[in-house]
């Protein structure tokens, strides 16, 4: 069973920055990749950004040069470095784990909300 924990939401001011953080902990053997979702009001769960065991990333054109994922795996832990925030931005945003074993659905944190407003 593998826990995930996202942390750093905030309300910032559009133009701003902010870095969520996730960790992975429990026992499992391997990660294959760690994503980034988000959830805006009334609308879809969307993926953010994704980035894999071996370092490859991508990215949704949404949020494409503005938001920055990255990971230390030794350590299970994805960050994502969200700059010049806008309101639309505003969701709760999810961390998604996938191990060797968990199947394509992965494991799934509590997320943290980040609201962008003046």
């Known amino acids: 069973q593998v826990q995930v924990v996202e942390s750093g939401g905030d309300l910032v001011h559009p133009g701003g920055s902010l870095g969520l953080s996730c960790a992975a902990s429990?026992?499992?053997?391997?990660?294959?990749?760690m994503c980034w979702y988000r959830q805006a009001p009334g609308k879809g769960r969307e993926l953010v950004e994704r980035?894999?065991?071996?370092?490859?990333?991508n990215y949704a054109d949404s949020v494409k040069d503005r938001f920055i994922i990255s990971a230390v795996t030794a350590k299970k832990t994805v960050f994502l470095q969200m700059n010049d925030l806008k309101p639309e931005d505003t969701a709760v945003y999810y961390c998604?784990?996938?191990?060797?074993?968990?199947?394509?659905?992965?494991?799934w944190g509590q997320g943290t909300q980040v609201t962008v407003s003046s």
């Open positions: 429990g026992i499992f053997v391997r990660i294959c990749s």
């Open positions: 998604n784990v996938i191990t060797t074993y968990s199947g394509p659905q992965g494991y």
């Open positions: 980035i894999t065991s071996g370092g490859t990333t």
